[in-house]
T-cell receptor, first 114, second 112 residues
Framework: KAGVTQTPRYLIKTRGQQVTLSCSPI?????VSWYQQTPGQGLQFLFEYFSETQRNKGNFPGRFSGRQFSNSRSEMNVSTLELGDSALYLC?????????????FGQGTRLTVV | KQEVTQIPAALSVPEGENLVLNCSFT??????LQWFRQDPGKGLTSLLLIQSSQREQTSGRLNASLDKSSGRSTLYIAASQPGDSATYLC???????????FGTGTRLQVFP
């Protein structure tokens, strides 16, 4: 069965631009979470979605937003990009929300802001 | 506030050694603990998930234990191989959500 698919794998953007990243969860999984990974901060939680509703949000500015569609696919958007937004963005999917469900991650999208 | 720490931060061993990686968490009220492996520039691969009611979980040469009362988990890797070289991360969910709180990882290098 297919794993979590993130597109695109690599992106180079200029400061001030905006970007949209996509995540397709494992078939049947309804929960999607997003994380930012940087060498200095490690893995930081961005959002959690279940049944098209945002259930949790991490401590990131409003420039970071996301959504989930009825087929459980999710997108995240970063507006007015800053150099510090350069990171590996990872998406995880779970069968259902919480209560000990195993998380499966995609290969990530490497965003470079120049 | 849940905090997760991992020691050591880095480990370099010759092939064939048995290894123990440590993960500590401050709040023992967890639903599960998950161990992941990450190769450079890649995503996370789930290795083992231990539910709060379990003490151990095994997969091949990997064995993970969980002691909730002391806030600790260990990942034991038997007969290490160069292909085991990667960063190993442990994570616990925040309350009953899918938000994972990660440790800072242990970077493992196994040399031939």
């Amino acid at each position: 069965k297919a794993g979590v698919t993130q597109t695109p794998r690599y992106l180079i953007k200029t400061r001030g631009q905006q970007v949209t990243l996509s995540c397709s969860p494992i078939s049947g999984h309804r929960s999607v979470s997003w994380y930012q990974q940087t060498p200095g901060q490690g893995l930081q939680f961005l959002f959690e979605y279940f049944s098209e509703t945002q259930r949790n949000k991490g401590n990131f500015p409003g420039r970071f937003s996301g959504r989930q569609f009825s087929n459980s696919r999710s997108e995240m958007n970063v507006s007015t990009l800053e150099l510090g937004d350069s990171a590996l963005y990872l998406c995880a999917s779970s069968l259902r929300q919480g209560f000990g469900t195993e998380a499966f991650f995609g290969q990530g999208t490497r965003l470079t802001v120049v | 506030k849940q905090e997760v720490t991992q020691i050591p931060a880095a480990l370099s061993v010759p092939e064939g050694e048995n290894l123990v990686l440590n993960c500590s968490f401050t709040d023992s009220a967890i639903y599960n603990l998950q161990w992941f492996r990450q190769d450079p520039g890649k995503g996370l691969t789930s290795l083992l998930l231990i539910q709060s009611s379990q003490r151990e979980q095994t997969s091949g040469r990997l064995n993970a234990s969980l002691d909730k009362s002391s806030g600790r988990s260990t990942l034991y890797i038997a007969a290490s191989q160069p292909g085991d070289s990667a960063t190993y991360l442990c994570a616990v969910p925040w309350e009953d959500t899918d938000k994972l709180i990660f440790g800072t990882g242990t970077r493992l290098q196994v040399f031939p």
